[in-house]
């Protein structure tokens, strides 16, 4: 089992992002009918280009995380993780602020803003962790002394 988390922690997010890439791949493949309102305009729909957009822009946001928290060397390091945490819910944030006030959004869009929602859930894991393990190993060495 510590030979799987030893392969996760440099791979992980890279994973994740695979993921979201066959999420956004599907949705844009599964052209499902789009429900309309009373005058027909669509709620969400995938707009031309999408697909690459959002695809492009995950692969900045998943390159600026690796280059943020280096998972690779990654010990004991609580400052990356709450920078990475602030750049993230700042995108996130404003990407809901203009998914909120656009007319349509498209489906590969609320994917992605899905990913970036778990994505912020799982650096918040990962901050709550990192300081539980600190402060537990604060705590045992104090009672050492």
Request: positive net charge; glycine residues 6%.
């Amino acid at each position: 089992m510590r030979s799987f988390f030893r392969w996760l922690r440099p791979y992980g997010l890279v994973v994740y992002w695979v993921m979201l890439l066959g999420l956004m791949y599907l949705e844009t493949v599964n052209n499902l009918p789009i429900p309309t309102d009373a005058e027909g305009a669509a709620f969400a729909q995938n707009f031309e280009n999408d697909l690459s957009r959002n695809v492009f822009a995950s692969l900045i946001e998943i390159t600026c995380l690796y280059l943020i928290l280096r998972p690779w060397s990654f010990t004991q390091s609580i400052g990356r993780v709450v920078g990475a945490l602030v750049l993230v819910l700042l995108w996130t944030s404003g990407l809901f602020y203009v998914a909120f006030n656009a007319d349509r959004i498209s489906n590969v869009l609320g994917i992605h803003l899905l990913w970036l929602v778990v994505l912020n859930l799982g650096l918040v894991v990962i901050l709550i962790w990192r300081v539980g393990r600190l402060l537990w190993r604060s705590l045992q060495q104090s009672r050492q002394r």
